[in-house]
């Protein structure tokens, strides 16, 4: 399994579109650029499976709630959970938290290598699908918009995002 958090701001990204030559294309907005929208993401490529999980930042707090929300998703499984090697993924408290729960085991990414993480594609696609092109004027406007997108995947398009066929 795979994981990794991601933040979406308030600001509308301008994706490609069809637009009158010499023309500049717009999304209307009055966004607030410092609010924004932290998940935690994980996928299963073997199974397909895929999930997320809001927080308020991404830190040790919002990393051991994640690691929480999984033991309760994944009882009695061992899971063998690939991360970079962020700060907030390291400590004492994350350690403690994995002698406590010896059904998950971390292992961290090369760094300076995001395209091992195949949660890095899951996110990109959500960016291209949810928010590309489009005003949310709220957070939880954007979460939904998220979330509504995620689950129409099947666990066809996951096996193939993550290219395990």
Request: positive net charge.
């Amino acid at each position: 399994m795979f994981a990794d958090e991601s933040g979406f701001s308030l600001h509308p990204k301008l994706g490609r579109v069809w637009a009158k030559r010499g023309s500049q294309p717009t999304v209307a907005t009055t966004s607030h650029h410092g609010k924004r929208l932290n998940l935690f993401g994980w996928v299963e490529p073997l199974k397909g499976w895929h999930g997320l999980f809001r927080w308020p930042k991404g830190n040790t707090d919002g990393f051991l709630a994640f690691l929480k929300y999984l033991c309760y998703r994944l009882q009695k499984t061992k899971v063998y959970l690939y991360i970079d090697g962020a700060s907030w993924h390291r400590g004492p408290r994350v350690r403690k938290f994995l002698n406590a729960h010896t059904n998950i085991q971390v292992e961290y990414l090369p760094p300076y290598h995001p395209e091992l993480n195949v949660q890095e594609r899951v996110w990109h696609l959500i960016r291209y699908e949810a928010t590309t092109n489009q005003y949310h004027a709220t957070v939880d406007m954007i979460e939904h918009a998220i979330r509504k997108r995620q689950r129409h995947w099947r666990t066809k398009k996951i096996k193939t995002l993550c290219k395990v066929n």
